[in-house]
């Protein structure tokens, strides 16, 4: 990782919390439920990864983190290691959560290389194929870049089959 990306993870300011949501997905025998994650988890993969962990269901579990409508991550994590889409990975430059996302994945991008660059992702495309979701739907919903995160998101969720659930939580949210 760069130096001055890693300077800026390890001098995170809390107090400059993110506009947003994040919330756990969850489907066990062909039903979805979505829930709220805290407002720490926009801050912190390590802290959006631990919520995840304690959900221990059954069933496949992701979470679904949009940073001020700016980009999104997806987290899934599993006994093999955590896996992570980051929607624009040029977001490293100014958000500390997806500089650790470049980081976890072991993406070698200096910042340099980030700048002045078009949005694009990183990570793995296939995080929810296997729920319902091919790499190639995903790649086109990335790829719609007039959309904002929480619009993406929203498309997401359309696909795979829970987009009333995550409605009902985001309302709760008032998002």
């Known amino acids: 990782m760069a130096p001055q990306r890693a300077e800026r993870v390890q001098n995170r300011e ?4 993110p506009f947003g949501f994040a919330v756990a997905v969850v489907r066990e025998d062909a039903t979805w439920r979505c829930s709220p994650m805290s407002s720490a988890t926009l801050t912190s993969l390590a802290t959006a990864e631990t919520e995840l962990r304690e959900l221990r269901s059954a069933g496949a579990v992701f979470g679904l983190l949009d940073i001020d409508d700016e980009f999104f991550l997806i987290i899934r994590p599993a006994p093999a290691g955590t896996r ?10 100014e ?3 997806a500089a650790e ?11 340099e290389d980030l700048e002045d660059r078009d949005p694009f992702e990183e ?12 790499e190639a739907v ?3 919903i990335l790829g719609e870049i007039d959309l904002y995160a929480d619009e993406q998101l929203g498309r997401i969720a359309r696909e795979m089959g829970f987009a009333e659930e995550l409605a009902k939580v985001l309302e709760h949210l008032d998002r």
């Open 14 to 17: 809390d107090d400059d919390a």
């Open 84 to 93: 992570l889409l980051l929607s624009d990975a040029t977001a490293a430059l």
């Open 95 to 97: 958000y500390d959560i």
């Open 101 to 111: 996302a470049l980081e976890k994945l072991d993406a070698d991008i200096a910042d």
């Open 123 to 134: 990570g793995d495309l296939g995080v929810l194929s296997d729920l319902g979701l091919p």
């Open 138 to 140: 995903l790649g086109v």
